[in-house]
């Protein structure tokens, strides 16, 4: 008997003219199928219209606080044969984890019956005492007396040094003075050595009460740190101890019905602790309600609602990818035994491309690297224009990186063939001698007509390969763009990187920070097309030998 299921939808629209997919949705790269699109579409309707609850999207003309929020949909078939999907959100929403229409999260950490909320509210009081003796006026006060004392007494020290420095000096001129064979020459002597013993045990006297008032200070704020730290370990401890106990709470199925804890999904992995979150993201909620409802899972996609975040790319409405970090162990279970799509990323999309070799000599050669086509030997793949490079020249020190394009980037790219020539060349791209110009292809109209755009990049931790805009951390990162001309809704333009940061020119045309407009055909900031609309078009550099200038342009096929 199936499990009654609430959160199921019956579509709208009607579906009879649409096929079922042959497999389930690969969730880390796809393109939605056209039910899923459909189901995306009545959910975002409901969106726009609902008034149950409320939430600051960002939507509104003028909203400066409003936050997006991922939403996903998982097209199912029920025990009756009917289509339906559910729908969810990632994380909490106007923070509550349930809200009509939407499956539940794994696990309600939110509700009244749960120990997450006591023993939080133990570890916030923890914290909050841990603040107030970390403020404490008392230890401020003992370790502003303590660095004072400290440089009074190495002043103090500094000057009788110099003291003892002076007076030997003087000493040893009298005592050159004395006549060796009077008997108030030896007197003299004593005295000189009396004042040379007095001084050190003056020394020695201002050294041990420095340290007897100094050890005095420590030991009270040592009491006072102790106290603290105790307050703090403990603090650390409880919060380790209800991460555990939450993440043993969250416990995910999977079509045969095998249930695993994120502690053991995680365990195996290279981060057996869950990054915060885990298991909050839209689709492990999408599936685990479907398996607990004896669901069939037929598709799914994931899609963005709201104003873009400051830092990752997502833009309104827009379908992405599951995240590598937190979902990649989670969904890698909960779709064990499915039948999925294939991963592109294992396929070789160079298989059957010619690399064309634009010129060579002694020193270096410089190739046109088709799109989808790697640079160098990838984590899954090895054919690459480097590997093909080191068949074509087995002979010689090299071939050697000395920069790359990405994968779905076609255009110029130079390698050296000696020790000497890559030191050349390397030094060149270092003080940025070397001149690019790169033609994109994005997705929108362009109103000005030339900019610039610095915002600082940095990896994704969370979502590799993905870049983030960083400006406490990230790397500055410089680009200068011109149009060169503007239709049917799309902008051609030059694009002049004057850094070379990963995915600079991809981020730096998306981000609603720069242009605000995704490259065409970017599979990982925009939409998925025939190719990424980016192409590396000329690239001019000191020949390493000759140092004569060298030039080469490939125009783009867009």
Known sequence: MPHPAPCFTPFIASTGGVTLPDRFTFPFYYQPHPLSELAAQELQDKLATQTDWQYDFGLEVGSTSGTGKMFGVLVVKNGQGELGYLSAFSGKIADQNLLPGFVPPVFDMLSSDSFFRSELAEITRVSEEAKR????????????ELKQQSSDFEHRMSAHRQAMIEGRAHRKQQRSQLDDNDDQHKQALIQLSRESV??????????DQQKKVLSSLEEKISVLRDELNQLLNQRKSMSNALQHKLFEQYQFLNQDGVQKSLNDIFSATTT??????????????????AFIHDLTPICLAEFWWGVSPKSEIRQHKKYYPSCQSKCLPILTHMLEGM????????????EGKELDILYQDDAIVVVNKPADFLSVPGKNINDSAYSRLIEQFPNVEGPF????????????????????????????FITRTVNKRYVALIDGELSESEGDITLPLRGDLYDRPRQLVCFEHGKHADTHWEVINVQDGRTKVYLYPRTGRTHQLRVHCAHHQGL????????????????????????SFEHPYTKEPL???????F
Request: net charge neutral; with cysteine.
């Open 516 to 539: 605000n407009m995704p490259i065409v055909g970017d599979d990982l900031y925009g939409l998925k097309a025939d190719r990424l609309h980016l192409h590396a078009e000329s690239l």
């Open 198 to 207: 007095t001084e050190k045990n003056q020394l020695k006297a201002l050294k």
């Open 339 to 350: 039948e999925l799509d294939p991963n592109p990323l294992l396929e070789n999309p160079a």
């Open 133 to 144: 003796r970390q403020s404490n006026p008392e230890l401020g006060k003992l370790e502003q």
């Open 272 to 289: 057996p602790i869950p990054p915060a979150g885990s298991g909050e993201c839209a689709a492990p909620k999408l599936m685990q309600y």
């Open 401 to 428: 990186v000395i920069h790359r394009l990405d994968m779905a980037t076609s255009g110029l790219l130079v390698f050296a063939l000696t020790r000497r020539a890559n030191k050349s060349l390397q030094k060149q």
């Open 551 to 557: 030039s080469f342009q490939v125009d783009s096929d």
